[in-house]
Structure formats: structure tokens, C-alpha cells
């Protein structure tokens, strides 16, 4: 089971991580938690997914693209299934940071492995990689890069 306090764990890391950072992108970012999250932490933040039932945070019913304007400081995801790698990608063509928890390949490959993929994206890309874990239960191992 998903630990509830994820979102805001995951906001106040991306706080403390990127202090000057004020617009984010929330990809595949469900009904919008830690788009809510991310505003209490003084974040402007915009949440994309396709979901019809969400709370009232800025929310672009859409699923997120490469060739989506680019008007961000940073590209989060939390547990974006299907999206994470589309992350790491739109990052680095718009030369933003990113920072994700990722929960699940979209490949079929297993987690270590999946996580290994993401980090050598990215790297290839010309980004600096780090990974960190938030102290909470399940999938806690984040994936941040930078230029």
C-alpha cells in the first residue's frame, strides 16, 4: 500500500532541493495531490493527466507531450507509471530539471533495472544525476537531474 504522506514528503523534498525554483509541471499527476502539496510549499505548479475527477488545483485534462510549451523551472512526477521516462525526456530537450519517484517500468523491466534506463537517459541527455529516497513506505527512490 502507497504511503499517504508521499505527496507532501515528495513537495518538501522538491522544495528543499530547488529553493528558486517557482513553476512546476506535474505530469501524470492523478487527481492532483501533489499539486496541492507543492502550492503549500509556495510552488505555482500545473498538473497533467487525464483524469475527470481531480481536486480544484491548475489542471490541464491532457495527457503530457514533448512538444507541450515549455514554461516551467522544474518537471516533477510522482509514481508517473507510463510518464516517466517522457519526464526525463522533456527535460532534457527544454533543458529544465526534473525529479521523479518512479513506481513501475514502462518497458516490463524490473525496478532496479527500470531505474538504471532512467539514469543513463537522462545522463546521455548532458544531465546530472542524483538519487535520494524519501523516508516513507513503498517505491521512495527519487531521480533528480539538472544541468
Known amino acids: 500500500m ?20 517557482r513553476r512546476v509541471y506535474d505530469v501524470a499527476g492523478g487527481m492532483g495531490r501533489l499539486n496541492a ?13 487525464v483524469r475527470v475527477k481531480r481536486l480544484p488545483v491548475p489542471f490541464n485534462e491532457r495527457r503530457f507531450s514533448l512538444d507541450e510549451p515549455c514554461d516551467c523551472d522544474l518537471v516533477v512526477g510522482m509514481h508517473p507509471d507510463g510518464a516517466t521516462r517522457l519526464i526525463v525526456e522533456y527535460a ?3 533543458r ?9 517500468s514502462d518497458d516490463g523491466s524490473p525496478y532496479k533495472s527500470w531505474m538504471k534506463v532512467l539514469r543513463g537517459l537522462a545522463e546521455a541527455a548532458g544531465l546530472r544525476v542524483e538519487e ?3 523516508p516513507m513506505a513503498g517505491r ?3 531521480l533528480t537531474g539538472s544541468f
Open 92 to 94: 532534457a530537450k527544454h
Open 132 to 134: 535520494s529516497e524519501l
Open 37 to 49: 502539496e507543492l502550492s503549500k510549499v509556495g510552488f505555482d505548479c500545473l498538473t497533467y493527466d
Open 96 to 104: 529544465r530539471p526534473f525529479s521523479i519517484v518512479p513506481c513501475c
Open 2 to 21: 502507497a504511503d499517504k504522506r508521499r505527496f507532501e514528503l515528495f513537495a518538501r523534498y522538491l522544495r528543499e532541493r530547488f529553493p528558486d525554483a
Open 140 to 142: 521512495a527512490r527519487v
